[in-house]
C-alpha cells in the first residue's frame, strides 16, 4: 500500500479573495504614512524677503522698523530706528537735566542664514548712521551729534508659515563723527560748552517680529 501525501489545493475563489484583502491591508498601510511622509518633507514656503519691526528697541536703543530681501540663504536689508524712547540708550547718553529732542539712525545690513528661506541660525554685519539731539532746558543749549556704527550679529529665526519671529545678539562701535552745541531759543551759552568724545564699544539685542513676502 502506497503513502500518499495530501496537499490542499486553495479554489481560484479562495485565492482572489486573499488576494484582495492583501492588496486593501496594502493600501490602508500607504494611507496612513503618507500623510507623515508629507509632513516631513515640506518644504519652507518660498520667498523673497520680509518686513518687519523690533519692539525690543523700546528697552534698548529705539524700536526699529525695515526690509530685507534676497535669496534663499543671504539677504540685505535697510531699517530706520526712532533712538529717542529706548531706554538703555536714554541711560548712557542723558545726563541730570537732558532730554532727547528727535534722535534717529538709519542702517543697512547683510545676513547669511544656514536654513533654507531665510529661516534659523543667522550670521551678519552691518552699520548705521546715528544723530542724536541732546536738550538741556536749565542751560538752555542742545548738543547734536553724529556716530557711525558698525556691528556683528549672530542670532536665530523661528517661522510660522508666512510670519516669523527672530532674537539676535550684536556688538559693535559707535564711533563719533560730528558734535556741535547750539543755544536754544532765549539761551547764549553755547560757547561755554564743549561736546564730550562718546565713542565706546556697545552690546544690544533685538527682537524682530515680521512677514514674508
Same mark, same amino acid.
Given at each position: 500500500?502506497?503513502?500518499?501525501?495530501?496537499?490542499?489545493?486553495?479554489?481560484?475563489?479562495?485565492?482572489?479573495?486573499?488576494?484582495?484583502?492583501?492588496?486593501?491591508?496594502?493600501?490602508?498601510?500607504?494611507?496612513?504614512?503618507?500623510?507623515?511622509?508629507?509632513?516631513?518633507?515640506?518644504?519652507?514656503?518660498?520667498?523673497? &524677503?520680509?518686513?518687519?519691526?523690533?519692539?525690543?528697541?523700546?528697552?534698548?536703543?529705539?524700536?526699529?522698523?525695515?526690509?530685507?530681501?534676497?535669496?534663499?540663504?543671504?539677504?540685505?536689508?535697510?531699517?530706520?530706528?526712532?533712538?529717542?524712547?529706548?531706554?538703555?540708550?536714554?541711560?548712557?547718553?542723558?545726563?541730570?537735566?537732558?532730554?532727547?529732542?528727535?534722535?534717529? &539712525?538709519?542702517?543697512?545690513?547683510?545676513?547669511?542664514?544656514?536654513?533654507?528661506?531665510?529661516?534659523?541660525?543667522?550670521?551678519?554685519?552691518?552699520?548705521?548712521?546715528?544723530?542724536?539731539?541732546?536738550?538741556?532746558?536749565?542751560?538752555?543749549?542742545?548738543?547734536?551729534?553724529?556716530?557711525?556704527?558698525?556691528?556683528?550679529?549672530?542670532?536665530?529665526?523661528?517661522?510660522?508659515?508666512?510670519?516669523?519671529?527672530?532674537?539676535?545678539?550684536?556688538?559693535?562701535?559707535?564711533?563719533?563723527?560730528?558734535?556741535?552745541?547750539?543755544?536754544?531759543?532765549?539761551?547764549?551759552?553755547?560757547?561755554?560748552?564743549?561736546?564730550?568724545?562718546?565713542?565706546?564699544?556697545?552690546?544690544?539685542?533685538?527682537?524682530?517680529?515680521?512677514?514674508?513676502?
Amino acid at each position: 500500500m502506497t503513502n500518499r501525501t495530501y496537499c490542499p489545493r486553495l479554489s481560484f475563489t479562495t485565492l482572489c479573495s486573499i488576494l484582495t484583502v492583501l492588496v486593501s491591508a496594502s493600501h490602508a498601510r500607504a494611507d496612513e504614512e503618507a500623510p507623515v511622509a508629507a509632513t516631513e518633507s515640506r518644504p519652507a514656503p518660498e520667498s523673497h &524677503g520680509s518686513a518687519f519691526v523690533d519692539p525690543l528697541g523700546f528697552l534698548m536703543f529705539g524700536p526699529r522698523v525695515g526690509v530685507e530681501a534676497g535669496t534663499p540663504h543671504i539677504t540685505g536689508g535697510v531699517y530706520g530706528r526712532w533712538f529717542s524712547p529706548g531706554l538703555l540708550g536714554r541711560s548712557l547718553f542723558l545726563n541730570d537735566g537732558d532730554s532727547f529732542a528727535f534722535s534717529y &539712525g538709519v542702517g543697512a545690513r547683510g545676513r547669511y542664514y544656514l536654513g533654507e528661506g531665510q529661516r534659523g541660525f543667522h550670521l551678519g554685519a552691518g552699520a548705521e548712521y546715528l544723530r542724536t539731539r541732546v536738550e538741556n532746558s536749565a542751560a538752555l543749549v542742545a548738543t547734536v551729534s553724529g556716530y557711525v556704527v558698525p556691528y556683528a550679529e549672530v542670532g536665530y529665526r523661528l517661522a510660522f508659515d508666512r510670519f516669523y519671529a527672530g532674537a539676535s545678539a550684536v556688538l559693535g562701535y559707535a564711533a563719533k563723527l560730528s558734535s556741535t552745541v547750539q543755544n536754544l531759543p532765549g539761551g547764549s551759552n553755547a560757547g561755554s560748552y564743549e561736546a564730550t568724545n562718546e565713542s565706546s564699544v556697545y552690546g544690544s539685542a533685538a527682537l524682530e517680529l515680521g512677514v514674508y513676502f
